[in-house]
């Protein structure tokens, strides 16, 4: 396994890499859209691709709960599992295995890392009212996933054949090229998820898309309009790394009417779980 | 570089292109998927099919595909459908074991290193924690991967309705 996690890293960090110098020119933008449309032509379902996915997922998933201590707590996990798995009856990537977790801390905010690593934040859940906002949240983080913004972002790739890559001299280690590699690309990664943020376009395309996801769920699809409208005045540390990652709440929020208005989405739609959002927080 | 990259986009760009059924057949990605009569969620079901379901597309609009499905025509979001069967289950969990959790943690240990600088963190100050925090987060990420739900406490709890649901204007 060792060698599956050092090659499929690897190849896919030089890729990476070539990303990196990229966007350094200036030269991102065309770049990006060459390299998404490539992406959205091929779709590419391989193994390899997949494995490649969960592989630095996973590594990323590793340095976010280093730096976010996870709130222990198995009845709320329970909780969050289970309207994840509601959510998840609707999810067109039926080859991962998604899993999720509370970060225990005051910032408003939730992360995903490539594969299926899902952390809600305790500060996130303090400002919801009830199950749809959960599964709002939730379902806004699967379609990062789910819609592989952050893999298309680094261009993560495996690689079916491991001589073309010449990668055999790894097999014995992890050798010092791939750690760079590695970190290099682990650290454009925490940009996206804690600096600068992802592109606009993918966090308005997680939006409409997640918004589909809670519709199709029987959830009140509306749920993350009126989340986002109560966590709009909030200021403050809590909400820095939400706030300078995302688009404006104003731009949001705009956009999503006009998706209800397209989709025939109303507040009168769907299951709240109003009480048994309570419950499950009242008793932890 | 241009080598590298080179053979696997052609690789894709081949299977992408690459049909496995009839040109218009398409396949249900999801476990569970609704026919709508209207491109809209507010539209009457028709009914429900499961992964795999194999529909031939009728028409495309916005994020809906017009579809027949065995003597059916009607609407599925177009999310939820691809022109290729399901992808199976992928894990790495398979011999994950042979991965000794020092080896990993040596490895994370550097790259946990830069990226607690990256996020301003002093390199020393997090050099001197490195070493429990890394074993103690690869821990907890396989507790967290470890935690599974019950088949018929996920059964029962997706067959509960909302009782409010009916009292909202």
Do not use: C
């Not at chain 1, 682990?186 to 997680?206: C, V």
């Amino acid at each position: 396994m060792i060698r599956h996690l050092s090659h499929f890293i690897f190849l896919s960090l030089l890729l990476s890499s070539s990303v990196t110098a990229e966007t350094a020119t200036g030269a991102n933008n065309n770049f990006r859209q060459r390299i998404s449309q490539t992406t959205l032509i091929n779709d590419a379902d391989i193994a390899e691709d997949i494995r490649a996915e969960i592989s630095f997922g996973r590594e990323l998933a590793t340095v976010v709960i280093s730096d976010y201590p996870l709130l222990e707590n198995l009845e709320l996990q329970r909780y969050l599992n289970l309207v994840m798995q509601r959510l998840l009856q609707f999810g067109d990537r039926q080859e991962l295995t998604y899993h999720i977790a509370i970060l225990n801390s005051d910032e408003v905010n939730a992360y995903t890392t490539p594969g299926g690593y899902i952390f809600v934040s305790r500060g996130a859940l303090k400002e919801m009212q009830d199950e749809a906002e959960l599964a709002a949240v939730i379902a806004h983080e699967i379609a990062h996933v789910n819609r592989r913004h952050i893999v298309n972002e680094l261009q993560i790739r495996g690689e079916a054949d491991p001589l073309q890559a010449g990668i055999g001299q790894f097999f014995a280690g992890f050798s010092d090229a791939a750690r760079v590699a590695l970190e290099q690309a682990i650290d454009t990664a925490l940009d996206l998820l804690f600096g600068n943020g992802l592109k606009q376009a993918d966090e308005f395309d997680a939006d409409a898309s997640s918004t589909l996801l809670l519709a199709q769920a029987g959830y009140d699809a509306t749920a993350l309009e009126r989340y986002l409208q109560r966590i709009a005045p909030l200021q403050g540390e809590s909400m820095r790394v939400l706030v300078t990652t995302h688009p404006t709440f104003a731009d949001r929020i705009s956009r999503l009417a006009a998706i209800y208005q397209q989709e025939g989405i109303t507040a009168a739609h769907g299951d709240r779980h109003q009480q048994r959002f309570t419950r499950h927080f009242h008793r932890s | 570089m241009m080598k590298k990259i080179v053979p696997p986009l052609l690789t894709l760009l081949l299977l992408g292109f690459h049909p496995s059924g009839s040109a218009s057949d398409v396949y249900l990605q999801s476990l569970q998927g609704r026919l709508y009569s209207q491109p809209a969620f507010n539209a009457t079901m028709i009914d429900e099919l499961q992964k795999g379901a194999v529909m031939q597309l009728i028409s495309q609009q916005k994020s809906w595909s017009e579809v027949r499905y065995q003597n059916k025509e009607g609407w599925i979001s177009s999310y939820l459908i691809k022109a290729t069967p399901p992808t199976k289950p992928v894990s790495l969990l398979t011999g994950e074991e042979s991965e000794s959790i020092s080896d990993s943690a040596r490895r994370r240990a550097s790259v946990v290193t830069t990226a607690g600088a990256a996020r301003g963190l002093a390199a020393s100050e997090r050099r001197a924690r490195l070493g429990d925090d890394i074993r103690r987060s690869y821990l907890q990420l396989r507790k967290i991967e470890r935690f599974s739900l019950g088949e018929e406490e996920l059964n029962h709890f997706l067959a509960t309705q909302d009782s409010a649901r009916e009292e909202r204007p």
